[in-house]
């Protein structure tokens, strides 16, 4: 071989070296790892149905991925977990990832798993030949949520403001988690409570408590405050980037999850069989009450974030004071919320046929 020979066959690899090593690195980037934690606020519960269903189904697990819950006793926590680092993916409120990327963190939502606001406001049972469903009634009695600036005081505060009331001149207790609501209505500390669907179904049992108002049925609350987006499961910008594939994959199980809750959309025990054992056993008793309370929610939605929503969700979140720190002169929602991710699952996932 001549030097010129020579020359090409060693720039030649070279080359295929300095490929070999970018693809390299680019393989480390985007491969799927094994494991992705994510948070949930309130522990498992039935509002998660889609993640619940994925998991239960091993939609997560076909695809590569085993997920790992950690469980919160509510959104503000399971948040500041997801926020500081501590996992990867999170059951997160709409208006936090608004604050949230608003002010500078790194955070985006890439599925929405229901429209509503996941909370049934309860009232104590003595009050209900007298009170009924009439929230005006309720003025100046002790409202309960978990905590002060969670998405569950935020849709309190509305719903009192939306019949006249004084939010201010109402009893507030901040009970700190889900395992509290019963409790607080039991003991008296509250006379409402907002409670996740199997809290409000314990609570109807035990016969100390019936549904006020429904924030996960449209006739009840969208003449308040629109269409509110539901809990989005989030991630980061870094994390995205990192592992595109991984994103897509949770995506696309979260679809195929929801495509087959709507298919048994009024079969609740179909519904049940398709989540995690420990999940089944423990809201065997009483999932056909929770599902009742939460089907509404998971009936329209596809996963993605519709105009509409975006602009009820943030004109609410304005309304209550939520972004009072975020410079609205520069903010765009459109920038904390990916709808490709959806559009794509659903691409290749159609619907149920109505």
């Given at each position: 071989?001549?030097r010129?020979?020579q020359?090409?066959?060693s720039?030649a690899?070279?080359?295929?070296?300095?490929?070999?090593?970018?693809s390299s690195v680019l393989?480390q980037?985007?491969a799927?790892?094994?494991?992705?934690?994510?948070?949930f606020?309130?522990?498992?519960?039935?509002m998660f149905?889609?993640?619940?269903v994925?998991?239960g189904?091993?939609?997560?697990?076909?695809?590569?991925?085993q997920?790992?819950?950690?469980n919160?006793g509510?959104?503000v926590?399971?948040?500041a977990?997801?926020?500081?680092?501590?996992?990867?993916?999170g059951?997160l409120g709409?208006?936090?990832i608004?604050t949230?990327g608003g002010?500078?963190?790194?955070?985006?939502?890439f599925?929405n798993?229901?429209h509503g606001?996941?909370v049934?406001f309860?009232?104590?049972?003595?009050?209900?030949?007298?009170?009924?469903?009439d929230l005006?009634k309720y003025d100046?009695?002790?409202w309960?949520y978990t905590a002060?600036?969670?998405?569950s005081q935020i849709?309190?505060?509305?719903?009192?403001q939306?019949?006249?009331?004084?939010?201010e001149?109402?009893?507030?207790?901040?009970?700190?988690?889900?395992?509290?609501?019963?409790?607080?209505l039991?003991t008296g500390?509250?006379d409402?409570v907002?409670?996740d669907?199997?809290s409000?179904?314990?609570?109807m049992?035990l016969?100390i408590?019936y549904p006020?108002?429904?924030?996960?049925?449209?006739t009840?609350?969208e003449?308040?405050?629109?269409?509110?987006?539901?809990?989005?499961?989030?991630?980061?910008?870094a994390?995205?980037?990192?592992y595109?594939k991984?994103?897509q994959d949770?995506?696309?199980?979260?679809?195929?999850?929801?495509v087959a809750i709507?298919t048994?959309i009024?079969n609740?025990a179909a519904?049940l069989?398709m989540?995690?054992?420990?999940?089944?056993?423990?809201?065997?008793?009483?999932?056909?009450?929770?599902?009742?309370?939460a089907?509404p929610a998971?009936?329209?939605?596809d996963?993605?974030?519709s105009d509409?929503a975006?602009?009820?969700?943030l004109?609410?979140a304005?309304?209550?004071g939520?972004l009072?720190?975020?410079?609205?002169?520069?903010y765009?929602?459109?920038?904390?919320f990916?709808n490709?991710?959806?559009r794509?699952?659903?691409?290749?996932i159609?619907?149920?046929k109505?």
């Open positions: 071989m001549n010129f020979g020359l090409r066959f720039v690899c070279t080359a295929l070296a300095l490929a070999v090593a970018s393989a980037s985007t799927a790892p094994q494991k992705v934690s994510v948070a606020s309130g522990g498992q519960l039935t149905a889609p993640i619940l994925a998991m189904t091993k939609g997560f697990e076909k695809r590569g991925i997920i790992e819950a950690q919160f509510g959104g926590p399971a948040f977990a997801f926020a500081g680092g501590s996992a990867d993916m059951i709409s208006t936090q608004m949230a002010t500078g963190r790194d955070v985006f939502g599925f798993l229901f606001g996941a049934v309860m009232g104590h049972k003595k009050y209900e030949a007298a009170r009924g469903k005006k100046g009695a002790n309960a002060e600036g969670s998405v849709f309190m505060e509305r719903s009192a939306s019949v006249g009331l004084n939010w001149k109402q009893g507030r207790l901040a009970v700190g988690g889900v395992a509290a609501f019963v409790p607080s039991q500390r509250a409402l907002t409670m669907m199997k409000a179904a314990q609570a049992k016969g408590g006020v108002l429904n924030t996960l049925e449209p009840q609350v003449h308040i405050w629109g269409r509110q987006l539901g809990l989005p499961l989030g991630t980061t910008r994390f995205a980037a990192k595109p991984t994103v949770m995506a696309d199980a979260m679809r195929e999850a929801l709507q048994n009024n609740p519904i069989k989540m995690p054992a420990d999940f089944q056993e423990a809201n065997r008793a009483d999932f056909a009450e929770q599902w009742e309370l089907k998971f009936m329209q939605t996963g993605t974030f509409k975006l602009a009820d969700t004109a609410m304005k309304a209550t939520v009072d720190k975020v410079d609205m002169a520069k765009d929602v459109n920038k904390y990916d490709s991710y959806a794509k699952a659903i691409a290749s159609p619907g149920p109505r």
